[in-house]
Nanobody, 120 residues
Framework: QVQLVESGGGSVQAGGSLRLSCAAS????????MAWYRQAPGKSRELVAIVRSGGHTDYGESVNDRFTISRDDAKSTVSLEMARLKPEDTAVYYC??????????????WGQGTQVTVSS
C-alpha cells in the first residue's frame, strides 16, 4: 500500500501562484508515474499534469505553460507549481501515483485532495 498526503492548497486571487506538494509513504518501491488531477464542482476529474518514471512530463491543455510538475524520488514527493492562476483553476486537486504490483499490473493510489480556490 502507498499513502499519499497533499499539502499547499488554499485561496489566491487570479494571477497569483500556489505550490502543491504530495508525499508518498508506505511501500513506495516501484512507484511508476506520479500525477496531479483535479475535479471542479459538477465536472469529472481531469488530468492536470503527470511525470513519468523516466522524468517525462505531460500537461493538460488548459494548464500548459502555467503549471510545472516535478518529482523527487529520493524524498518520494511530487510537486505542482501553479502560476498565473485563473478562476477556472478552482477545484479539488488530487495527487496520484501508480505502482507495479506484478510485472504487468499497475495499482492506482490517490491522496485525499486539497482545495484550490482562485477568486477573480
Amino acid at each position: 500500500q502507498v499513502q499519499l498526503v497533499e499539502s499547499g492548497g488554499g485561496s489566491v486571487q487570479a494571477g497569483g501562484s500556489l505550490r502543491l506538494s504530495c508525499a508518498a509513504s508506505g511501500n513506495i518501491a516501484s512507484i511508476n508515474n506520479m500525477a496531479w488531477y483535479r475535479q471542479a464542482p459538477g465536472k469529472s476529474r481531469e488530468l492536470v499534469a503527470i511525470v513519468r518514471s523516466g522524468g517525462h512530463t505531460d500537461y493538460g491543455e488548459s494548464v500548459n505553460d502555467r503549471f510545472t510538475i516535478s518529482r523527487d524520488d529520493a524524498k518520494s514527493t511530487v510537486s505542482l507549481e501553479m502560476a498565473r492562476l485563473k478562476p477556472e483553476d478552482t477545484a479539488v486537486y488530487y495527487c496520484n501515483a501508480d505502482q507495479y504490483i506484478t510485472k504487468w499490473e499497475l495499482q492506482d493510489y490517490w491522496g485525499q485532495g486539497t482545495q484550490v480556490t482562485v477568486s477573480s
